[in-house]
């Protein structure tokens, strides 16, 4: 039924697009801003020129472990995961990750950084695991990074451990939401919706009536990206001019 009723989408609907629209108003006498004390004691706490402001510290704190290895390589030659939470805003990220050798750590290792560092998130202190690599820890020296290894067989410390947890849930569940037939050599394709969806559902330490990832990121537009499973089947408009006379309106995809 859909393949022969389906139509390109209208326009204008549910537009994006921010409203400009400016409303004057004239009046022959100059009305001057009210002031809470000339407002009547249940309208002076709705409107005022008061601002208040509450400061709250900023640790800097970070916290990264690779996973183990995936089920299979994906097509990109993936097979593992570089996870980091950020203390302060809480936002779990993954880095996928062809092997665990010390050259692809630090290359996913400087991703991360780049990433917080352009967002106004500066890692001041870094905890890890204690295999980290020398060359991973001179890169920490060098961005002027202090970091704390680990003791081994005391995961609690480095709360990535639990970081790596909730991502390892929120994927696999990600997972089982696919089509039977869906290629599990592309489940690294998966993991920046995975990402996305999981921060969404996480407030800030700094400011809990923030999204994680409005803090990374933007604020997100449900409007502009509409949300959908991973892995669903599709039914992808074809034009006119791409298809036969009688041939079907839209063809299978992801």
Known sequence: MVKGHLDQERANVR???????KH???????????????LAPETAALKTHFLYADCQPATGQIYTDPTGRFLVPSVSGNSYILVVYDYDS???HAEPMKNRTKEVILAAYQRVISLLKSRGLQPKLQKLDNEASQVLQ???????????LVTPGLHRRNAAERAIRTLKNHFIAGLCTTAADFPLTLWDQLLPQALMTLN??????IN???????????????????????????????K?????????????GW
Not at 26 to 34: A, E, G, N, R
Not at 240 to 252: F, I, Y
């Open 138 to 148: 001179q890169y920490m020296v060098e961005e002027h990074i202090n970091f704390q």
């Open 200 to 205: 969404l559902l996480r407030t800030l330490q």
């Open 24 to 38: 004057e108003i004239t009046t022959s006498h100059p009305v001057p801003d009210p002031t809470p004390e000339s």
């Open 208 to 238: 809990p009536r923030l999204l994680a990832w409005s803090q990374v990121h933007e604020p997100f537009d449900f409007n502009r990206t509409p949300l959908a499973p991973p892995g669903t089947r599709v039914l992808v408009h074809e």
């Open 15 to 21: 537009s994006t697009k921010p409203t400009t629209e």
């Open 240 to 252: 006119p001019s791409l298809r036969g006379t009688c041939s079907p309106l839209a063809v299978d």
């Open 90 to 92: 809480t936002f779990i």
